[in-house]
């Protein structure tokens, strides 16, 4: 009869640490969950959202804004003459796209892909014009006269 009562005493002991682990690992997981939450609605970007979720500007949009070609004749300072997106110099006969209202020009294929997935001047943060907008405006090249 006592060897049963011996028994009993590591079995419940041996239950309390099982049932102790398993709480604990629980809280660690409820807890990361709850401070991940907290951080993406503090920062307002959902880490996790698919790229496709990330809207720029419509292609009809962006198609619409004006280009030219590059003439370094035409540019008055270095500023003018280097691409905001990858920090290189502009060539002759480069394609760039100007920012409608702002000025701003950047390479073509730079801005363009820029625009995919945002909808703001990448210098000054404006937000572009929107579709009502580009309804109105139409595909434009022009080029620098020179000086």
Request: net charge neutral; glycine share 4%.
């Amino acid at each position: 009869m006592m060897d049963s009562g011996m028994n009993l005493i590591p079995r419940v002991v041996a239950f309390v640490i099982s049932a102790t682990f398993i709480v604990f690992v629980c809280t660690i997981i409820i807890c990361e969950r709850i401070r991940r939450s907290r951080f993406q609605n503090q920062s307002g970007v959902d880490l996790e959202q698919p790229e496709e979720q990330i809207r720029g500007l419509e292609p009809v949009v962006v198609a619409a804004m004006p280009t030219l070609k590059f003439n370094s004749e035409g540019f008055n300072s270095f500023e003018e003459t280097q691409c905001s997106i990858c920090l290189g110099e502009y060539q002759e006969k480069h394609v760039l796209r100007i920012m409608p209202k702002r000025g701003h020009n950047f390479h073509l294929s730079c801005i363009d892909l820029w625009l995919r997935k945002q909808s703001t001047c990448p210098v000054c943060r404006l937000p572009l014009p929107d579709i009502s907008e580009a309804k109105q405006m139409t595909p434009a090249t022009q080029s620098i006269p020179n000086t």
